[in-house]
């Protein structure tokens, strides 16, 4: 019988730290995007490809699954939170700290007293529409999330999108500074959407919502043409 122990030791999880500060908490949206650009950025940075000083812990990761667990800093807390490994991504009003992937029960200290639960933030506005080119990454309008929540599904499409396109298309992704946004769909898009072969996020049903609703699909027009690799099929292990 296999200590069960031995399986939490063997899990690992990717910490993103959003920043919010009582005075000034970031936009809903702008925390959800900020999150997706952080974990592109961690993919494509030269630590975790082959080699690199992150390589095996994002390999681990990646072969037992892309989890993340948003937490949430101000002050001297993130004055900390920076200071460990790590990208931190400043996108609008939102600042995001991601930290490479870590044994599910060996958080470091100055991450571990961090909050995870109520993690919750708003729009002032109505998001404008998305821009030309941008992957899109659509909420389902039919759950419920938490902004920590939702920024984690964010962070699983654009990693989901990431391994799906083709060598071209993630180079220039990369070179437009991963221009992307994130986005409620109407209930007529999401039926339309759920139609489609493309990359979409299946929620494994740790916190919040039923295990296996789908969260967040994203769309591009890159994911739609040739050489579409379907969502779950995996990392390309080349830059």
């Known amino acids: 019988m296999t200590d069960q122990r031995e399986g939490v030791a063997a899990q690992k999880v990717l910490p993103l730290v959003v920043r919010i500060e ?4 970031p936009e809903r949206t702008d925390a959800l995007e900020a999150a997706a650009l952080a974990v592109l950025s961690l993919l494509a940075d030269p630590r975790a490809l082959d080699g690199g000083e992150w390589a ?7 072969n037992i699954g892309i989890r993340k667990v948003v937490r949430r800093a101000r002050g001297a807390e993130w004055r900390r939170a920076l ?3 790590g990208i931190t991504v400043a996108h609008r009003t939102a600042e995001v700290h991601v930290h490479p992937p870590i044994p599910l029960d060996a958080w470091p200290r ?11 933030l708003a729009d002032s506005a109505a998001p404008g529409l998305p821009g030309d080119g941008e992957v899109v990454l659509w909420l389902n309008p039919d759950l419920s999330m938490s902004a920590g929540k939702a920024m984690a599904q964010a962070g699983h499409a654009a ?13 220039e992704w990369r070179e437009r500074g991963f221009a992307l946004a994130v986005r409620t769909a109407s209930p007529e898009k999401w039926a339309a959407l759920s139609g489609m072969d493309l990359p979409t996020v299946r929620d494994a049903g740790f916190t919040e919502i039923e295990p296996g609703s789908r969260t967040v699909v994203a769309d591009a027009p890159w994911l739609r043409g ?3 690799r379907p969502a779950g099929s995996g990392p390309l292990r080349s830059s």
């Open 83 to 85: 200071d460990l490994p």
């Open 56 to 62: 095996g812990a994002v390999r681990d990761w990646e």
């Open 110 to 120: 100055d991450l571990a007293r961090l909050q995870v639960s109520g993690t919750d």
């Open 226 to 228: 040739e050489g579409f």
């Open 22 to 25: 009582r005075a000034a908490p």
């Open 159 to 171: 990693q989901l999108a990431w391994w799906a396109g083709s060598e071209d298309a993630r180079r």
